[in-house]
C-alpha cells in the first residue's frame, strides 16, 4: 500500500503522540502464507487504533516497527492494516530482516 507524503506525516505524528484515546483491536484473518510461516493459514495481530483529529482513523501494528494505515472509518482503518501488514512482512523478509519484534506487556 502506498501512502502520499501528508498521509505519512500524519501517520508519524500520530505515532510521537500518547494515545490516551487510542484502542487495542486484533486484526484478524491477516493471510500468512506458506513464505511467512510454512503453511496456509491466517495470524491474528494485535493493532492500536486512533481517532485523527481532522477524521478518520490512524492504526497501527506495534508487532512491525513502522507498519501504519489510515481509513475514514474505523473498519476501513483496520482493513487497511491487513493489507499494510502483509506488505510489511512481505518487504522486511525480503530484506531479511526479523519479521516481527517483541511486544511485551507491563503492568503501572
Known amino acids: 500500500m502506498t501512502q502520499s507524503k501528508t498521509s505519512l506525516r500524519k501517520v508519524q ?11 487495542v483491536h486484533t486484526a484478524s484473518h491477516i493471510p500468512y502464507g506458506r513464505e511467512f510461516v510454512g503453511g496456509d493459514r491466517n495470524v491474528k495481530f494485535q493493532v492500536i487504533l486512533t481517532p485523527d483529529e481532522s477524521g ?37 523478509r525480503g530484506l531479511n530482516m526479523p519479521l516481527t519484534a517483541e511486544v511485551r506487556e507491563v503492568e503501572v
Not at 66 to 92: H, P, V
Open 13 to 23: 505524528s500520530h505515532s510521537e503522540r500518547i494515545r490516551s484515546q487510542a484502542s
Open 56 to 92: 478518520g482513523f490512524v492504526v497501527e501494528c506495534p508487532a512491525i516497527p513502522g507498519c501504519f494505515s489510515e481509513g475514514d472509518t474505523e473498519e476501513e482503518a483496520l482493513e487497511n492494516i491487513k493489507e499494510a501488514i502483509a506488505g510489511c512482512l512481505e518487504a522486511r
